[in-house]
Nanobody, 121 residues
Framework: QLQLVESGGGLVQPGGSLRLSCAAS????????IGWFRQAPGKEREGVSC????????HYADSVKGRFTISRDNAKNTVYLQMNSLKPEDTAVYYC??????????????WGQGTQVTVSS
């Protein structure tokens, strides 16, 4: 399975922006769709976004649509999640995971420790 590492989280004020990165080491992302998920304390893990292996199709949860943008650079073996107009409700640990496609169950063994995003004034 593919092992992924998330980075780019931090503390940001409401309305601010962050860009998260999802990188693979030693493996190529070319054959995988990649999904972003998040989990806030006491809540279930929530699917946020997904991008197809080619980058041709993207999907977003209603709660982030219009604010977040997922993209990938297969040459850099990296998937990004650009988060704009951040809200306190976006506060969570963000994870990425590989998938056969965006309609498949994620391979939860592929994701790493996640990256903390905190939106607060």
């Amino acid at each position: 399975q593919l092992q992924l590492v998330e980075s780019g989280g931090g503390l940001v004020q409401p309305g601010g922006s962050l860009r998260l990165s999802c990188a693979a080491s030693g493996f190529t992302l070319d054959y995988y769709a990649i999904g972003w998920f998040r989990q806030a304390p006491g809540k279930e893990r929530e699917g946020v976004s997904c991008i197809s292996s080619s980058g041709g199709s993207t999907h977003y949860a209603d709660s982030v649509k219009g604010r977040f943008t997922i993209s990938r650079d297969n040459a850099k073996n990296t998937v990004y999640l650009q988060m704009n107009s951040l809200k306190p409700e976006d506060t969570a640990v963000y994870y990425c995971a590989s998938m056969r496609d965006c309609h498949s169950l994620p391979d939860f063994g592929s994701w790493g420790q996640g990256t903390q995003v905190t939106v607060s004034s």
